[in-house]
């Protein structure tokens, strides 16, 4: 199929427009389109092919090692296909300045070389015309434009192979009308996909994450204890002599049926101070400064916050948003190594109170008012109700196993049996107990920071170190209230993994070459990329180029002696047909001569038309006296 003019280049314009690299489509498509303006040619070998195509090869496996280092794993093939026509670009650049105008599929598939049988041939000009539109297609944000795009590029590139038996008019309305269905079933379609995409990826980490929903609108009991069955790390942070730090991913004011949620779980966005940086609060006077190293998996979550947060900087995403209750969460968040914090342990972190800080349901004062200490019921100062919850739980001990027995009513059975569980335990029953002494309380999840790391000199925060706790609105402020016994730590320590330090050696190390990769990346490492691809694109340039060029003219001449091989090319009854033709008479496409001639009432041809047929077909030919016999015939029809 002959592909016709500047339909490439406008493919790749729109492929750059649409994926972000327009500034690097715009001289591809000249160059691509420069060859319809002159008429030089590369006679190239096949030899020639496989260098270009061995390069494209290399570029293909560097870019893929780089886009896996750099890129979040689920953006890794998006990326990569996005950026297939440009690798693919040098291959059909020599193609449309070479002589050849197909290629055979060893040149590609490195395997089939060495066979000794002939491979089928390929156009790769509109081959590489559906690469673009496949490139297009993998941005999501591409919009409604993206269907007229695809639509003018498939038309244009099909327009040659129209059936001419219809007129112009009738093609373009048949066009226009498969247009605008097409128009409004893309709309339905698009709609769909992003609905499709967003519960396939809801479904995916329901899945693939042990927490309910990305921003942990709501918790029940268990949702922390698994966590804390990994020794994994999960981030890494960088700052002063703070700890013991807790984290606050969330905080919830609703208890009911050993599940926390929030009342009003609306979101406003964060004011952005610049570049990726938003403002949480007001800045304080002893602002401290914190790094947080984590890499996160999907492009919207929690982020942990400590007391305090007034600022959070060098954090890519769209956009961040605040609750109520100052969770921050994150949505479309790129791939990013760390990230900084500003706090002031002497601020808060939480909104001022809501109206569900201080309801107690019936059902959950039942539940704790036969385990309420006496102390508690006789204190008079919000302090002294504190010291007698504290008091309260120094009977009970940490544990993560719970007997099936707990499984009926775990907060029951951890008040009154075992007295014994983790920090979702103490955190729920210590939330409780304060609003039943007239205290306003939230129940907080997040992550406490205490292990030390001498090896990367950072403190690690593993999925373990998940943690609990309540939260108590105290003099004006809410204040940490953390029950849960001080060694559940150590405890938790005592039963990981003996393959651990292991594990943990392969983690730094990985996190070290990770660091080290970021900086390379972001100084020089891109520019010495760029030269050695440079370096390689112009050494295959310079082979190719000096190689044997020749003119279109020459190779038309070539293709006009391969046309005339065959015998009785050189018949003067084509002049006959010529002639016709020019008379608004010429022939359908795949009809015979014989019945062409007597379709247009022209039946005095027909012995001419012999004497062609016999100059054509006879493996023996006609003699010289019937050659000029046949010419000379030829020349009264056409001079009457």
């Known amino acids: 199929m002959k592909i016709p003019r500047f339909v490439q280049g406008a493919a790749l314009i729109l492929w750059g427009w649409h994926v972000g690299l327009l500034v690097p489509a715009i001289p591809m498509a000249i160059l691509l389109e420069f060859r319809h303006f002159t008429n030089r040619r590369w006679d190239l070998e096949r030899k020639d092919f496989y260098r270009v195509a061995d390069v494209t090869t290399l570029l293909l496996a560097a870019l893929a090692i780089y886009l896996f280092l750099t890129e979040r794993a689920s953006h890794f093939l998006i990326t990569l296909v996005q950026l297939t026509p440009l ?24 395997t089939l070389r060495k066979q000794d049988a002939p491979q089928p041939e390929w156009d790769i000009g509109s081959l590489y015309i559906g690469v673009c539109l496949v490139a297009m297609g993998t941005n999501a944000d591409a919009g409604l434009l993206f269907f007229p795009a695809v639509a003018i590029i498939i038309c244009w590139t099909l327009w040659p192979m129209r059936s001419k038996r219809y007129s112009i008019t009738i093609c373009l309305l048949l066009v226009a009308s498969a247009y605008l269905g097409g128009t409004f079933a893309h709309q339905g379609i698009h709609q769909l996909a992003l609905i499709v995409r967003e519960k396939s990826v809801e479904w995916l980490t329901d899945i693939l994450v042990s927490g309910r929903d990305p921003f942990k609108t709501r918790t029940a009991i268990g949702s922390v204890g698994r966590l804390k069955q990994s020794d994994r790390i999960l981030f890494r942070v960088d700052m002063a002599d703070d700890y013991p730090l807790l984290l606050q991913e969330a905080s919830y004011d609703i208890h009911n049926d050993n599940e926390w949620s929030v009342l009003n779980a609306s979101f406003t966005p964060l004011e952005k101070t610049g570049e990726f940086s938003w403002q949480v609060r007001e ?42 209750y100052g969770t921050v969460q994150a949505t479309g968040i790129m791939p990013s190594l760390s990230f900084q914090i500003m706090y002031d342990r002497s601020l808060d972190l939480n909104s001022e109170l809501q109206g569900a800080d201080d309801f107690l349901p019936a059902e959950s004062l039942e539940l704790i008012s ?38 009926q009513d775990p907060i029951r059975h951890f008040l009154y049996d075992s007295k014994a569980g983790h920090c979702e335990y103490f955190a729920t029953v210590t939330v409780l107990m304060l ?10 999840v997040g992550y406490s920071v205490q292990e030390f790391d001498p090896f990367t000199d950072l403190f690690v925060v593993r999925r373990r170190h998940a943690h609990a706790w309540a939260i108590a609105y105290l003099d004006g402020s809410w204040q940490a209230v953390d029950t849960t016994p001080s060694v559940w730590l150590a405890m938790e320590e005592e039963q990981a993994s003996p393959l651990q330090p292991l594990l943990d050696f392969a ?56 046309e005339s091989s ?36 022209q039946r005095e041809l027909l012995p001419l038309l012999s004497e062609h047929y016999a100059l054509r077909f006879d493996p023996r030919g006609i003699s010289a006296h019937r050659r000029t016999a046949l010419a000379q015939a030829v020349d009264r029809w056409l001079a009457d």
């Open 566 to 601: 065959f015998p009785g090319a050189d018949s003067p009854f084509y002049l006959i047909e010529e002639r016709l033709i020019d008379q608004g008479m010429g022939r359908n496409r795949g009809e015979p001569l014989l019945t062409w001639l007597t379709r247009i009432r």
């Open 507 to 562: 983690s730094n190390i990985l996190f070290k070459f990770t660091l080290w990769w970021q900086k390379q990346r972001l100084e020089d490492y891109n520019l010495w990329l760029y030269t050695t691809a440079a370096l390689l694109l112009f050494v295959l340039a310079w082979r190719i180029l000096r190689g044997r060029q020749v003119t279109i003219a020459a190779l038309d001449a070539d293709n006009k002696s391969a």
């Open 370 to 407: 036969g385990a309420l200490p006496t102390s508690l019921l006789s204190a008079t100062t919000d302090s002294d109700k504190v010291s007698a919850i504290r008091r309260h739980f120094d009977d009970f001990r940490y544990t993560l196993f719970q007997p099936d027995a707990s499984r």
């Open 87 to 110: 690798l693919f670009y040098p291959l059909v650049a020599s193609l449309c300045y070479s002589t050849s105008t197909k290629l055979s599929l060893d040149v590609l598939v490195y």
């Open 435 to 444: 609003r039943a002494a007239g205290i306003p309380a939230r129940y907080a």
């Open 283 to 324: 800045s304080g006077k002893g602002d401290r400064r914190m790094t947080v190293y984590r890499e996160y998996p999907d492009d919207k979550d929690l982020i942990p916050l400590p007391r305090g947060s007034t600022t959070i900087k060098d954090f890519p995403a769209m956009e961040l948003n605040q609750s109520r």
